[in-house]
């Protein structure tokens, strides 16, 4: 599997996933780097299928448009997202291209749209939910610390200690991060019941 964490122009990551066989690939979140995605999909001789977006907050869909326009990609995102896609996700849905297989958590909280994606049951692509060291805001418009709460808790967490954590944004100490690690050093994962949860988060 060829795999990239791109970061560019902001603290926005996006991500490359492509099958080395059949060279068909997948950006997630093409945020503020697109320049970069053309590039590597370029000098890999890549092709691009689809664009896959954790949520539809703009700093995450910026480059969809130009993605399209150069490589005629197909959007995909939640069945509730509010921005233009060509293909609905559903929870629990595996979407497979060539060799990998990713598998949608739907993972509300930070928007009503918010995804993860766990890559051949390994890499798991966090989106605005969970960060290294943090988790996702709750206050901006769609956002529920409940649905937080159950996404990080029940979704998340019951995940091998050993899958890796790519993050939406580079807001921590490193920019990866494994689920294992996070249990054991992230403030907003430390063991708490919903209530005090909601309250951490000053959303009662
Ligand atoms: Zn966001």
Request: charged share 25%; proline share 4%; glycine share 6%.
């Amino acid at each position: 599997m060829f795999f990239k964490q791109i970061q560019q122009h902001s603290d926005n990551f996006s991500y490359i996933i492509a099958d080395e066989s059949t060279k068909e690939a997948v950006v997630v979140d093409s945020s503020f780097n697109a320049e970069e995605i053309i590039k590597i999909i370029k000098s890999q001789k890549l092709k691009l299928k689809y664009i896959i977006n954790t949520h539809g907050h703009s700093d995450h869909t910026a480059g969809n448009a130009e993605l399209v326009s150069i490589f005629g990609a197909k959007i995909l995102a939640h069945k509730q997202s509010k921005i233009p896609y060509d293909i609905p996700l559903e929870d629990n849905e595996v979407f497979s291209m060539g060799r990998i297989s990713i598998k949608i958590l739907y993972t509300s909280g930070h928007t009503l749209d918010s995804i993860c994606l766990l890559v051949n049951n390994q890499k798991l692509l966090t989106g605005d939910t969970l960060f290294v060291g943090e988790c996702g805001r709750t206050d901006f418009v769609g956002g529920n610390s409940k649905s937080m709460y159950e996404s990080l808790f029940n979704k998340l967490l019951p995940l091998d200690d050993n899958v890796e954590v790519y993050p939406g944004h580079d807001y921590g100490p490193k920019p990866t991060s494994t689920i294992g690690y996070e249990k054991k050093t992230n403030y907003t994962l430390q063991p708490r019941s919903l209530k005090d949860f909601m309250e951490f988060m000053s959303q009662p």
